[in-house]
C-alpha cells in the first residue's frame, strides 16, 4: 500500500513537471535548480531517502554518521572543521521499507557559508530528514540555522553528541537549556549520542514515516522552484503590463481629449477599456473571451466608485460644459471657447489615471484567476493525510510561510 502511494506521488509529481513550459531562458536561468529538482525527482521514483548531518564546525558530525555505520568512512580528526567536501554513503538498516538510505555528511554551516555558498543550496535541500548535530547549549548561531531550517520546511532531529564529556548535572542543564530555547509549537526530538539511541530512534522514524518525508521533501522542492519560477515570471510580466497600461492610457487620453461627441466618449472608452483587460488577460496566461473581459471591467466598475464615476459621470459632465462652449462660440465671437483647452487637458489627465487604476485592478483581478487554473505542488501537499500530524507539524510552519511571504501581490504593476 506504501509503495503505491509513492509511486503516485511521484507521477503526480512527473505530470505537474512536464506541464511547466519553460522558455530557454528559464532553463539557462533555473538551470542549477532545475538539476536539483530532477535529482531529487529521480530519488523519489528510485525510493531512496537522505538523511543529512548538519551543524557548526567541531560538534562531531562525521562522528555521529561513522556511529550509525559502524565504520569510519566519514573523515575525522581532532581539528574542528575537517569536513570540507560533501560525502554521501550508503546505510542499511533490517526491514527498511525504502529500497536504500543514504547518509550525508557538510561542511559546518559556520564554514561552508563562507568558502562553499554555491553547494549550500543543494544539500540542504536534498536532504528528507536532518540531523541537526549539538555537542552542548545551543548558542545563537545554532538557533539561528534551526529557525531558518524550520521555515524552510525541514524535518529535524536534534542530536546531543560528546555527552561522555558531561556529568550528569551539566547534561540536566543543558537539555533542559535546549529544551526551552527551542519553539515550544514544533516538537523537536532531542537524541542523546549513546549506545544505539540515534540508530533506534531514525530506525523507528524511516520505518514509519520514511516514504512521507522522501515525498514531502520531494514536493517542497518543486514548490520552491514553482515559486521562483513564478516570482520570475511576474516580474517580467509585470514591465510588459505596465507599458501596455501606458500605452492604452495615451490613446484614451488623446481620444477623449480631441473627441467633441459624449457618445463616442463613453463608447471608445468602455471598448479601450476592455481591449485593455484583454491584452492583460493574454500576458498573464489567461486568455479571456469577450464577454469574461466585460464582466471583468463590470465587476471593477462596481467595487471602485470612483472608477466608475470618473468614466462615465465626470467625463459627461466635461463633455456638456464643452459641447456648450462649441454651442455659444458663434455668439461670443470665440471667446467661449477659452477653457476648452484646459478642460480637454484635464479629462486626458483623468482618462490616464483612470486608465492606470483599472490596468492595475483588472492584472490583479486576471493574476487571482489564473491561480485557480494551475495545480501547484502546495496543494499537493495539502491533499496528502498524516497519520501522526505532530510528526509533521513542520508542513504547517511551511505552508504558513509560504502563504505570508509569496502572495505576489507586489510583483503586479
Not at 81 to 94: H, N
Not at 119 to 148: A, M
Request: one cysteine or more; proline letters at 3%; aromatic letters at 10%.
Amino acid at each position: 500500500m506504501k509503495e503505491l502511494k509513492i509511486n503516485k506521488n511521484y507521477l503526480l509529481l512527473k505530470n505537474w513537471w512536464e506541464t511547466i513550459d519553460l522558455t530557454n531562458y528559464e532553463k539557462s536561468y533555473f538551470n542549477r535548480e532545475i538539476i536539483s529538482f530532477n535529482q531529487q525527482l529521480f530519488r523519489l521514483k528510485e525510493k531512496k531517502i537522505r538523511i543529512g548531518a548538519y551543524g557548526k564546525s567541531g560538534v562531531g558530525k562525521s562522528s555521529v554518521l561513522n556511529s550509525l555505520l559502524k565504520k569510519d568512512i566519514f573523515t575525522t580528526n581532532i581539528i574542528n572543521g575537517t569536513t570540507r567536501e560533501i560525502q554521501v554513503e550508503p546505510w542499511s538498516l533490517r526491514y527498511q521499507t525504502l529500497s536504500s538510505i543514504e547518509l550525508q555528511d557538510t561542511p559546518g554551516f559556520d564554514f561552508c557559508n563562507i568558502k562553499f555558498s554555491d553547494k549550500v543550496y543543494p544539500y540542504k535541500n536534498h536532504s528528507d530528514l536532518i540531523l541537526f548535530i549539538i555537542s552542548g547549549d545551543l548558542n545563537r548561531n545554532e538557533l539561528n540555522e534551526i529557525s531558518s531550517l524550520i521555515k524552510d520546511g525541514k524535518k529535524i532531529i536534534l542530536v546531543l553528541n560528546k555527552i561522555d564529556l558531561l556529568n550528569k548535572n551539566d547534561l540536566k542543564e543543558i537539555l533542559e537549556n535546549i529544551k526551552f530555547k527551542l519553539p515550544k509549537d514544533l516538537n523537536i526530538p532531542i537524541i542523546l549520542n549513546h549506545g544505539n539511541n540515534l540508530k533506534n530512534y531514525l530506525t523507528k522514524i524511516i520505518n514509519q514515516h520514511g516514504e512521507i518525508l522522501l515525498t514531502l521533501n520531494s514536493l517542497q522542492l518543486a514548490d520552491k522552484l514553482f515559486l521562483q519560477i513564478k516570482e520570475q515570471r511576474l516580474k517580467r510580466r509585470q514591465k510588459l503590463a505596465q507599458s501596455t497600461i501606458g500605452k492604452f492610457s495615451t490613446i484614451k487620453a488623446s481620444a477623449v481629449a480631441l473627441n467633441p461627441f459624449i457618445l463616442f466618449d463613453v463608447a471608445g472608452s468602455f471598448a479601450l477599456d476592455t481591449a485593455l483587460i484583454g491584452e492583460l488577460s493574454k500576458i498573464y496566461g489567461l486568455n479571456l473571451k469577450g464577454e469574461s473581459t466585460r464582466t471583468i471591467f463590470k465587476k471593477i466598475s462596481i467595487n471602485n466608485l470612483f472608477l466608475g464615476v470618473t468614466q462615465v459621470g465626470v467625463n459627461t459632465s466635461f463633455n456638456l460644459i464643452r459641447k456648450v462652449f462649441l454651442l455659444t462660440a458663434p455668439f461670443t465671437n470665440g471667446i467661449s471657447l477659452l477653457p476648452y483647452g484646459p478642460i480637454a487637458i484635464v479629462q486626458a489627465a483623468i482618462a490616464v489615471y483612470s486608465t492606470k487604476i483599472l490596468g492595475k485592478l483588472a492584472a490583479k483581478e486576471i493574476f487571482i484567476r489564473s491561480k485557480v487554473a494551475l495545480v501547484e505542488p502546495a496543494m499537493m501537499i495539502q491533499n496528502l493525510t498524516f497519520n501522526e500530524p505532530e510528526v509533521f507539524n513542520h508542513i504547517n510552519i511551511y505552508l504558513s510561510n509560504r502563504n505570508l511571504n509569496n502572495n505576489f501581490i507586489s510583483f503586479l504593476p
